[in-house]
């Protein structure tokens, strides 16, 4: 099985900066995408960032210029750097990783059980 550990959440003042982590783990495979979605109460899992094996990266309009999301290949991790907080940025925030697994023959969606964040005075 794969595992993705999410890390970093926690609360923030408006204006300060967290940083999250999620760790990938478990059978060999290669990953293609890793991204970070976020869902806050009442509201449908939106996009916040993905990054591509190829370094290719996507960010959503609301946290274009705020957030940066990376990875380190050689530990099979993926960041995201989140800066200027909002009290909107509220959210549980969910790792994904579109991965091929080898052990099951299969390219496959894995998330994290998700962290919470939130931005408040």
């Known amino acids: 099985q794969v595992q993705l550990a999410e890390s970093g959440g926690g609360l923030v003042q408006p204006g300060g900066s967290l940083r999250l982590s999620c760790a990938a783990s478990?059978?060999?495979?290669?990953?293609?995408?890793m991204g970070w979605y976020r869902q806050a109460p009442g509201k449908e899992r939106e996009l916040v960032a993905t990054?591509?094996?190829?370094?290719?990266?996507n960010y959503a309009d609301p946290v274009k210029g705020r957030f940066a999301i990376s990875k380190d290949n050689a530990e099979n991790t993926v960041c995201l750097q989140m800066n200027s907080l909002k009290p909107e940025d509220t959210a549980v925030y969910y790792c994904?990783?579109?991965?091929?697994?080898?052990?099951?023959?299969?390219?496959?969606?894995?998330w994290g059980q998700g962290t919470q964040v939130t931005v408040s005075s």
């Open positions: 478990g059978n060999i495979f290669t990953i293609y995408d």
């Open positions: 994904n990783a579109d991965l091929y697994n080898y052990r099951l023959g299969l390219r496959k969606d894995y």
């Open positions: 990054i591509t094996k190829s370094g290719s990266t």
